[in-house]
């Protein structure tokens, strides 16, 4: 059974940092790339960053860009996800997903519909 575990959320004023873990089991976590996405009520899952198997490609959403940063520890079977400079906008439920290495990410790794397992999520709260 695949399980995807995130920590790392909470409650932080404009201007934190928060680091987010997404652990990972019951599946050979190097095959596959790893993502994160974001979810506010009432709202689509929006693509916050993505990184490949082997960690030397990343893209990012552009509500990340310059002040997120994804990581992963192949190792560890873990992915990260270290988040500056945080808004009130920022304030969402954040789930991280694995999509397996055999498709192409290159011009769709921003669509949720690429990633084959997905966590529960943690909840983010930036006040002002």
């Known amino acids: 059974q695949v399980l995807l575990t995130e920590s790392g959320g909470g409650l932080v004023q404009a201007g934190d940092s928060l680091r987010l873990s997404c652990a990972a089991s019951?599946?050979?976590?190097?095959?596959?790339?790893m993502a994160w996405f974001r979810q506010t009520p009432g709202k689509a899952r929006e693509f916050v960053a993505f990184?490949?198997?082997?960690?030397?490609?990343?893209y990012y959403g552009d509500s990340a860009k310059e002040r997120f940063t994804v990581s992963r520890d192949n190792t560890k079977a873990t992915a990260y996800l270290e988040m500056n400079d945080l808004k009130p906008e920022d304030t969402a439920v954040y789930y991280c997903?694995?999509?397996?290495?055999?498709?192409?990410?290159?011009?769709?790794?921003?669509?949720?519909?690429?990633?084959?397992?997905w966590g529960r999520g943690t909840q983010v709260s930036v006040s002002s």
């Open positions: 990184i490949s198997w082997s960690p030397s490609i990343t």
């Open positions: 019951g599946l050979i976590f190097g095959n596959y790339a």
């Open positions: 997903a694995a999509g397996s290495m055999l498709r192409s990410y290159t011009t769709n790794y921003f669509s949720d519909r690429q990633y084959d397992f």
